[in-house]
């Protein structure tokens, strides 16, 4: 059931995408410390061989599979992979993600595909490609890291948003399908507030924007990634470990859903208001 550790991690494995750095890395020791296997996807080889020395000194083994999600040869390839290193799939966690700044208008249409391909359709690729293996388990869980962007969304945020509440209505239809199907895999869709990663300072920003204000808004979003990633990844670890189907990681991803929910169409004056007392005092 929900919210009851019905299960344990112990002795399973599990997949965890953008696992070189910030949550992924993170989140990855988290459960290392609680007896799972891990197979670490990334792009970047240097950052997921220093996870993978963090989950072995856990005592804990570890397969590194560098790839770009983008390519989906090398996606569907994947689970075959895991397979080979580990025997089984008892958690898949899709959660690498990119940023790209700038309003709708001023955004290149194939940035704008990029960041979906990323942040949407390879983790629905994922999904349907570990599916059967993880069904194939007593009890697993399928892990989709979405933002508090796919709750409430933010102006200049306008791809992101759409990838993250794309991926919200993805995973809650798919954890009521695989519910009415008595399936053994549960859904858990994750929205993390501000945590203190390098996605600002990587994002793609629309060309022609005036690289001084650019620099401005990266200055003011690093202010609000307050949360360290391992505080985060350590809150995530125990939604997974109790099957919660939904965990908001930080205050002020847990404060801007309750205002969401009271001003539906308003929210967003309240935020900002919020928002910019924190940037001032943040100097």
Do not use: C
């Not at 570990?130 to 945020?157: D, T």
């Not at 990838?163 to 695989?178: I, N, P, Q, T």
Request: positive net charge.
């Amino acid at each position: 059931m929900a919210g009851q550790p019905s299960w344990t991690l112990q002795g399973g494995t599990a997949v965890v995408t953008g696992a070189a750095s910030g949550i992924g890395a993170a989140l990855s020791l988290s459960l290392a410390r609680r007896g799972m296997r891990l197979a670490l996807v990334d792009r970047d080889a240097a950052g997921l061989d220093a996870t993978a020395r963090a989950v072995r000194a856990a005592g804990q083994a570890a397969s590194v599979h560098v790839l770009d999600l983008v390519d989906a040869d090398a996606t569907a390839a994947l689970p075959a992979a895991v397979l080979a290193a580990h025997g089984r799939v008892s958690v898949l966690v899709n959660n690498a993600g990119v940023a790209l700044g700038g309003l709708f208008e001023q955004i290149a249409p194939e940035d704008f595909d990029w960041l979906m391909a990323i942040n949407f359709h390879a983790p629905v690729r994922l999904t349907r490609a570990f599916l059967p293996l993880l069904a194939r388990e007593r009890a697993a869980q399928l892990v989709n890291v979405s933002s508090i962007f796919g709750i409430v969304a933010p102006p200049g945020q306008s791809a992101y948003a759409a990838s993250k509440f794309a991926l919200r209505g993805f995973s809650e239809a798919l954890r009521h399908e695989l519910a009415m199907n008595a399936s053994p895999v549960g859904v858990t869709l994750v929205h993390p507030g501000g945590v203190r990663t390098a996605i600002s300072d990587n994002a793609r920003i629309a060309p022609g924007l005036d690289p001084a204000e650019v620099a401005q808004h990266r200055k003011d979003w690093r202010s609000l990634l307050a949360l360290p990633p391992e505080v985060a990844g350590e809150r995530i670890a125990r939604g997974i470990e109790r099957r919660e189907a939904r965990v908001l990681v930080g205050l002020d991803a847990v404060g801007a859903a309750w205002i969401q929910r009271l001003f539906p169409v308003s929210y967003w004056k309240h935020i900002a208001r919020d928002i910019a007392r924190r940037v001032r005092r943040a100097g």
